[in-house]
């Protein structure tokens, strides 16, 4: 949610003075102030005109404040309606908040600041639920869609790229290691942006006969060669007007680099066998494991390409460099291989899973779970249930931080930690999107969070951001 929020105001009261000083105080506070004598005009309103805050007071003709507020609370859940009470009914004002209120403000307002603080302190908790249904719904498009899992610094740089990146047509260059995923981040930037309903077109530079990359790439005519009895458009033209991805940019022959290199200078291509060019319209996302400034600098990767892809990098942490998104990631793909069955890891499991180095990085993992779920018992993940390779690793080897040079957190109960008061406080406190995000029960979050002493701290912090 953009902290640019416009909140909409509604102040319902049959007295034009109150609803006008009310409508002064919101636009001070760069509200839309909107205005009802009665609960059944603010209610017509509501119905076209939603509302962030609503102001009502309590005593109005026709229809009660308290009847106002259980009929607003049914048609908009999330909005925040305070109530205002001029005959000092403390009774009827916490009435009024078992039934949902916000909370109560006497008239007349005396100082005139305490009104603008009320309103204040609404509008910041209307922000602040905001934010984190935004968390919510960014989490379920980028894991569920995407697959990119994680909450540490490294990943959260990647996601921040990825919605930079999202509606350029600069081209991208996505460096990491084997298994990072890779093409999943130039998926995210393809579905993200405004290209999304354009072709997305991912080609495998590793897998492509010599041969026949020239024709597969930019198409052929028919006879340019034997067997091509009829003419065939290439990849590039097939990803016209959105996005073609090549991976392992760097398996690509020297003499297919430098006609690479031109249709990025020139945004066309010609067939093979035909003296005519096309024009094409494409974002060009490549990506590789190789450090392809060390290999211009040996000459097996053009310079001049490599300086036309690399405009903007994108480099994928291994997971080695992200130990503590290892718990999030495993349980991500328990809820893919479980089919809905709660699987439990045990500690042991848990540990030797993060103390391992993943050579194999993310998609080693993914295939270590996978494993564990087909040999196993289906509910419980022991450390007999992993690769010995990897099972071997719980009782050798220190723990490292979210950094190849280590950190503070020296073992699994420090990473876990750290992990939970980061992702609490990206969050600011709220239980359910932090179990979410974690990938752990509510009452495991509970006991961890009881254990380590984090929820009061991170509570604390989301009141004082609300005064």
């Not at 017509?44 to 404040?65: C, F, K, R, Y």
């Not at 073992?411 to 609490?424: N, P």
């Not at 406190?429 to 984090?454: F, H, P, Q, V």
Request: charged share 30%; net charge neutral.
């Amino acid at each position: 949610m953009s902290k640019d929020l416009q909140i909409r105001f509604l102040i319902v009261d049959d007295e034009p003075s109150i609803r006008r000083l009310c409508s002064n105080v919101g636009e001070q506070l760069g509200f839309e102030c909107m205005e009802a004598d009665s609960g059944e005009s603010a209610l017509a309103l509501l119905e076209h005109e939603p509302a962030h805050i609503i102001l009502t007071d309590m005593v109005m003709p026709n229809m009660s404040g308290l009847e106002f507020l259980e009929r607003v609370k049914k048609l908009l859940p999330r909005a925040e309606v305070a109530v205002m009470t001029g005959h000092g009914s403390v009774e009827t004002a916490v009435q009024a908040m078992k039934l949902g209120a916000y909370d109560y403000i006497s008239k007349p307002f005396s100082p005139l600041e305490e009104l603008r603080l009320f309103l204040r302190r609404m509008a910041e908790k209307i922000q602040l639920v905001e934010e984190n249904q935004f968390l919510r719904e960014r989490m379920d498009t980028e894991t569920e869609m995407y697959g990119i899992v994680g909450v540490s610094p490294k990943i959260q740089d990647v996601l921040r790229m990825i919605s930079r990146l999202k509606d350029t047509r600069t081209p991208v260059l996505i460096m990491g290691e084997s298994g990072t995923g890779k093409e999943l981040v130039a998926r995210a930037i393809h579905h993200r942006g405004s290209f999304a309903n354009r072709p997305f077109v991912a080609v495998d530079c590793g897998s492509l006969v010599p041969t026949l990359i020239e024709s597969e790439l930019f198409g052929y005519e028919k006879g340019a060669f034997t067997g091509a009895i009829k003419s065939k458009i290439g990849l590039f033209q097939a990803a016209d007007g959105g996005t073609i991805f090549l991976d392992e940019i760097g398996e690509l022959p020297p003499e297919m680099q430098a006609k690479l290199l031109r249709v990025l200078q020139e945004k066309e291509v010609r067939p093979v066998g035909s003296n005519q060019r096309a024009k094409v319209d494409v974002r060009v996302i490549v990506a590789t494991n190789r450090d392809l400034e060390q290999e211009y600098r040996k000459g097996t990767f053009r310079k001049d390409l490599y300086f036309r892809l690399n405009v903007v990098a994108v480099r994928l942490p291994a997971l080695r460099e992200r130990r503590t998104d290892i718990p999030m990631l495993v349980h991500w793909f328990l809820d893919r291989y479980a089919a809905g069955a709660e699987v439990k890891v045990t500690h042991g499991a848990m540990k030797a899973l993060m103390q391992y180095d993943w050579p194999g990085n993310v998609r080693e993992l993914e295939n270590c779970i996978e494993r564990a779920m087909t040999l196993g018992d289906r509910r419980m993940i022991d450390v007999d249930d992993l690769p010995p390779g990897i099972g071997s690793s719980a009782s050798s080897g220190q723990l490292d931080a979210d950094s190849p040079s280590g950190g503070n957190a020296t073992d699994l109960e420090d990473i876990e930690r750290a992990t939970i008061q980061r992702v609490f406080e990206q969050v600011k406190g709220d239980k359910a999107l932090a179990g979410k995000m974690l990938g752990i029960s509510r009452a495991t979050l509970y006991r961890k969070l009881k254990r380590y002493n984090i929820g009061t701290r991170a509570e604390t912090q989301s009141s004082a951001a609300l005064q």
